[in-house]
């Protein structure tokens, strides 16, 4: 790999922007260049602009892609990288459907081109920070663990104002939102054996359900349980977008939305961990992400979200997810 890599990103619409932020401030990469429709956005986002993806990668010498597009078109994104021999990252929700994602992992595989999923909640500095204490014993063993999230941007008439495209997604909230929360609970806790989940639509002018609890049990035993919607805001407000509480044998650590870290728990309550990560996205997750990236490609280590482990626990649990909505009963990962 050469000292510094030269990148294309691919859409430069509203949570691009994050990605692009984090590209310019990332040593060893330079944004080399930029395809979206919207010719501006993409000028203002890198020296060399261009309309397409296919213009771009015929026009530039690159040494990766950020697939930084809606769902439906990471299939074909995914298809013209593996054509020009190009490693990508690519933003989820991974693909509209299991047999659209399995067509991107082993059109990746066929090519022989590295691919990650942009899963960037495990990368919050805080769920870092967890996962270390965890792994010190700090708590002792995990008995039970809880995800509230919640943001208030999926009330009235028109909902979802600063991507309105998800009123129209016939999956949301699992699909584009708590798939964070699946992905991160298996990065916390290990392999997912069961799940349960109960869903409904409240806000009926969006085709998608905007209201979630899901039970997860994992191979060790562990169950937790994921509890979201976006028609309230957490107190106090901050960076993070959710509660978290895990207890376990000898002790509790809280996450709160001001994204520190608590032990103990009512009056007994203290700071164990204040976040510091103040420039980014929700604990700098993106840059996390991507440095992931870059070093992984350097050094030849595996992803930690790569695209086929990626797709046989993240998103065949956001499947399963589903298919237990439908049919009213929890459905073990381990016969899918």
């Given at each position: 790999m050469p000292e510094t890599l030269?990148?294309?990103?691919?859409?430069?619409?509203?949570?691009?922007?994050?990605?692009?932020?984090?590209?310019?401030?990332?040593?060893?990469?330079?944004?080399?260049?930029?395809?979206?429709?919207?010719?501006?956005?993409a000028r203002q986002a890198a020296p060399r602009a261009y309309a397409s993806a296919e213009e771009m990668l015929r026009a530039e010498r690159l040494d990766f892609v950020d697939l930084a597009t809606r769902p439906e078109t990471h299939l074909e994104l995914v298809r013209l990288a593996a054509a020009h021999g190009l490693p990508a990252i690519c933003q989820k929700p991974m693909a509209p459907s299991w047999m659209e994602a399995v067509a991107m992992v082993e059109t990746a595989e066929s090519a022989g081109i590295r691919l990650m999923i942009h899963e960037n909640w495990r990368w919050q500095a805080w769920y870092r920070e967890i996962m270390r204490r965890l792994d010190a014993g700090d708590i002792g063993v995990p008995v039970s663990y809880s995800f509230r999230t919640r943001r208030r941007d999926g009330f009235g008439g028109e909902p979802y104002a600063s991507q309105p495209y998800f009123r129209h997604m016939p999956r949301l909230l699992i699909y584009e939102t708590l798939v964070h929360h699946i992905d991160t609970a298996r990065f916390l806790f290990g392999g997912l054996t069961k799940i349960y989940?109960?869903?409904?639509?409240?806000?009926?002018?969006?085709?998608?359900?905007?209201?979630?609890?899901?039970?997860?049990?994992?191979?060790s035993g562990l169950a937790g349980v994921i509890d979201g919607h976006r028609f309230t805001e957490l107190e106090p407000d901050g960076p993070a977008m959710e509660e978290f509480v895990v207890e376990g044998e000898r002790g509790t650590l809280t996450l709160l939305t001001d994204g520190n870290l608590y032990a103990g728990s009512g009056t007994g309550r203290r700071r164990v961990w204040t976040n510091e990560a103040v420039e980014g996205y929700r604990g700098d997750s993106v840059f996390g992400t991507q440095r992931h990236f870059i070093d992984c490609l350097n050094t030849g280590a595996p992803f930690e979200s790569g695209g086929r482990e990626y797709l046989?626990?993240?998103?065949?649990?956001?499947?399963?997810?589903?298919?237990?909505?439908?049919?009213?009963?929890?459905?073990?990962?381990?016969?899918?």
């Open positions: 030269r990148c294309g990103i691919v859409g430069c619409g509203f949570f691009a922007q994050n990605h692009i932020e984090a590209w310019r401030r990332m040593a060893g990469v330079e944004l080399a260049a930029a395809a979206d429709p919207d010719l501006e956005r989940g109960q869903a409904r639509r409240v806000n009926s002018v969006i085709a998608g359900e905007d209201c979630v609890l899901l039970a997860l049990t994992h191979e046989q626990t993240t998103f065949a649990a956001v499947e399963a997810a589903y298919e237990s909505v439908a049919q009213g009963r929890a459905v073990d990962l381990r016969r899918r």
